[in-house]
């Protein structure tokens, strides 16, 4: 028996992603400012993940989180080996 739905296609699946990342850098993905993010190739990001950034500072979280969605992902590895370059926006 296929229990799959076929409404299923209409949506989109996607993977939560939790990263640390600097306070400065923190600060202006929050703003806006900040939209993209060079991350290693070592997870499987795909357009519409969720990434979970956590704010990271001396060793230690902080406690604040901002999510964003990845919109666009560009292989860089020509010029940073092993890198993505994510494109993302708040949500």
Known sequence: ??????????????????????????????????TAELRKAD?????????????????MYTGRTVQVKIIDICDVDQYAPNYLLLSIKLV
């Open 43 to 59: 997870r499987d990001y795909q357009i519409n993940d969720i990434l979970i950034l956590l704010e990271y500072n001396n060793d």
């Open 1 to 34: 028996m296929n229990t799959s739905n076929k409404n299923d296609h209409k949506f989109p699946r996607f993977k939560i992603h939790r990263l640390k990342i600097c306070p400065i850098f923190f600060e202006k993905v929050c703003k806006g400012l900040k």
